[in-house]
């Protein structure tokens, strides 16, 4: 049996991701994307070790970026989405020791070539010398989020999806999820699909504070999609009545980005990472908004300090903090 820990467990390190590639990102973007890794790489590396996966062509302006501030290992990579297409690492109940989960990266149901990214999970395992197992389902990690104490949150937009799971019924999915993740309960959101290529993972809609609190982030822009879908989670998960505490974070609307211009934007701030003594926020130029994020996470993660860095860029490409890092969790020998 295994056990996936909540993200404020102690880790022995983060992993990143710089394979930017001009196949899939703009050129006139890579520099400011190259800058927005970086400045989040240099941040959680203040806290805890970072494992750095790195193009070969990439490793010259990362080196100039980060110089010895992080762990250089180099491997074919196609995006910088680390959080999606490495290992989800677990523990072993009965061990203690460190196992990794690969749950088959498949380019968010082959919406993107992900033939290097695919292979992410077992050289994540490799390097960190433990064993990796291949789950039978199909899934990404910016799509599980656990309280750590046998309770996990999903959407079923972005796992019950026939891009990734055609053959698979709920309770297949559910027996699975709890066999890799050590849950014993699951919270279904029904989630958004066909708006984004993740198809709405969860670590942009909700998140553990701990084992009985959660934080979801509420959408205030009446022409986004998302302004429906966050009313329909926050409704749901009060008549669920199984979190004791919800908290509210909303989302930026005076943004730095010409939203017109770049309609994939990602503005959520519950797409932090949580890392050892820190927890790591996006900033995104409201200077309410990204004020008040600053204050209820805070409140929220009181032992923390709060640290906004600026992801403009990686924002622009649908994603945030969250999904280009995971967590190596320290086990228990």
């Known amino acids: 049996m295994y056990y996936f820990p909540h993200e404020s467990h102690a880790h022995t390190c983060t992993w990143m991701s710089f394979g930017m590639s001009t196949t899939i990102w703009p050129k006139k973007l890579i520099a400011s994307l190259q800058q927005n890794l970086a400045d989040i790489a240099l941040a959680i590396a203040e806290f805890e070790p970072v494992n750095l996966l790195v193009t070969p062509e990439n490793y010259p302006v990362a080196w100039n970026l980060l110089g010895s501030s992080v762990n250089y290992i180099k491997a074919p990579l196609n995006d910088i989405w680390l959080r999606d297409s490495g290992a989800n690492f677990v523990l072993d109940k009965s061990s203690g020791q460190l196992v990794a989960i690969d749950f088959n990266f498949n380019g968010w149901g082959n919406k993107q070539r992900y033939n290097f990214d695919r292979h992410v999970a077992k050289i994540m395992a490799n390097y960190a010398e433990s064993q990796l197992i291949k789950a039978n389902i199909n899934l990404e990690g910016g799509s599980i989020e656990v309280n750590g104490s046998g309770v996990g949150i999903f959407t079923e937009s972005a796992i019950l999806n026939s891009d990734r799971n055609p053959n698979c019924t709920r309770q297949q999915i559910e027996y699975q999820l709890k066999t890799y993740l050590g849950l014993t309960d699951i919270i279904w959101l029904k989630g958004i699909k066909g708006y984004d290529i993740t198809d709405g993972h969860i670590d942009f809609y909700a998140r553990f504070i701990n084992d009985n609190s959660i934080i979801i982030s509420l959408e205030n822009d009446t022409y986004s999609f998302d302004y429906r879908v966050t009313r329909e989670h926050q409704n749901s998960l009060i008549a669920m009545n199984k979190i004791k505490n919800i908290t509210t974070l909303n989302t930026p609307q005076n943004v730095r980005v010409n939203r017109q ?45 709060i640290v906004p860095v600026n992801i403009d860029t990686i924002a622009i490409g649908g994603g945030g903090i969250h999904c280009v890092t995971q967590q190596q969790p320290k086990t228990a020998i």
Do not use: M, W
Request: net charge negative; with cysteine; proline share 7%.
């Open 261 to 305: 211009r770049y309609p994939e934007f990602a503005a959520s701030y519950v797409n932090y990472y949580l890392c050892h003594q820190a927890v790591i926020i996006p900033q995104f130029g409201d200077q309410n908004a990204d004020s008040a994020a600053v204050e209820i996470l805070t409140d929220c993660f009181p032992n923390h300090k």
